[in-house]
């Protein structure tokens, strides 16, 4: 245990932890940069550790924090390179299901806290889904606390056995560039002329193009509103497994969709967007459902996992599956301009009562000292 010193908030100083990370999606890569910022500030020490790739994409090392690379779950030298790192650890902390599984392996046989976020539910089906549930029951079964990042995931966590599960507060990294878009003519035009829809209304859809995020559904509605004069174009940036048979629908169907790939400027390309898109059959707090809301852009969305709770009665909810209602959602909204007009007030309403980056620092604070002070005697 690290000795107690007057110099750290928290009571101790300097408390050692390691924040793990697997390949991370946005939310959760940008999440583990947020709080190693905040917590590196508060006199902690951290280390952080992820592939190689990912510290070059997020930069973790610029928040102060050290970086160990570790790499990715099917590597079989992940777990030694992660119990090496971890072992002048007071606490460790692991975000997502598989980093969650390889931190309880390299934690194994000692008595150093486990702290678990989960910010997404894995999927899989059948023997890869019985798999799922063991990793679970594993992972539950060797933290001290398990953070989810909305109320479902919290009690999923519960039923699989977990001793302490808590809900937690999961800040968005500050607005990013798309924020406090008030008047129509700031969209970019650059983008929006790139993208080829100079002229016609631009729907935005962001995220990785495999079976769970509903890309087949926004195809199927793209159908109906090809009618639309203007014709509305549907952008769609990410890459995936599913990115040539989805390509090869387009071409097929002559669909007013466009596949961009993965891109660096999301925010940019959000800012120019008259609606965000968000069809996937799980969310937990999505990012783009985030920022859409910060940046004042109509959302429709899926009614699925935590997305009703994260937005409320600030976007256009549909049923899970069902094109025929997200295609009206979407021509609707083309076509009532008070209704996304309110959409944008309410959103930025939303967007001002989700917690705070300091917020979410201070919970995690509190569960460290919670794990690591030591107990008062009976």
């Known amino acids: ?55 070059r994409a997020y930069d973790f090392t610029g928040t102060g924090a050290e970086h160990v690379h570790v790499p990715r779950s099917s590597d079989p030298a992940s777990v030694a390179a992660l119990r090496a790192a971890c072992a002048q650890a007071d606490l460790v902390h692991a975000h997502g299901l598989h980093a969650s599984f390889r931190a309880a392996l390299a934690l194994s046989g000692r008595h150093t806290p486990l702290v678990v976020t989960w910010h997404n539910r894995a999927h899989a089906e059948g023997a890869r889904a019985h798999l799922l549930r063991l990793l679970e029951r594993r992972v539950v079964k060797a933290a001290a606390v398990v953070l989810g990042s909305t109320s479902d995931l919290v009690d999923r966590a519960r039923r699989t056995g977990a001793r302490d599960a808590r809900l937690a507060a999961v800040a968005l990294p500050g607005p990013g560039q798309a924020a406090e878009r008030d008047d129509p003519d700031r969209l970019p035009p650059k983008i929006r002329a790139e993208l080829g829809a100079t ?34 174009l549907l952008v769609i940036a990410g890459e995936g497994p599913l990115r040539a048979p989805l390509q090869r629908r387009i071409e097929e169907e002559g669909l007013p969709v466009r596949l961009i790939g993965r891109r660096d400027d999301a925010g940019e390309l959000l800012a120019a967007a008259d609606l965000a898109l968000l069809p996937g059959s799980w969310e937990s707090r999505s990012v783009l ?33 069902d094109p025929e209602a997200l295609a009206t959602a979407v021509m609707d909204l083309l076509a009532d301009p008070d209704r ?5 007030l309410k959103g930025a309403q939303q967007a001002a009562g989700w917690p ?4 979410t620092i201070t919970q995690i604070l509190s569960v460290y000292d919670e794990l690591t002070q030591p107990q008062p005697l009976p």
């Open 1 to 55: 245990m690290s000795p107690v010193s007057s110099n750290s908030p928290h009571g101790q100083s300097p408390l050692r932890t390691v924040q793990v990370l697997g390949g991370g999606n946005a939310g959760s890569s940008a999440h583990v940069r947020s709080l190693a910022a905040g917590l590196v500030a508060r006199g902690v020490r951290v280390t952080v550790c992820v592939p190689a790739e990912a510290e």
């Open 289 to 321: 459902a985030q920022e859409a809301l910060h940046a004042r852009v109509p959302l429709v969305a899926t009614a699925v996992g935590g997305i009703p709770d994260l937005v409320g009665d600030a976007a256009e909810l549909v049923p899970d599956g």
């Open 199 to 232: 002229g016609r209304p631009l729907l935005i859809a962001i995220g990785a193009l495999d079976r769970y995020r509903g890309h087949d559904v926004l195809l199927d509605a793209a159908r109906a509103w090809r009618r639309l004069d203007p014709q509305p």
């Open 340 to 344: 996304c007009e309110r959409l944008r």
């Open 356 to 359: 705070t980056e300091d917020e």
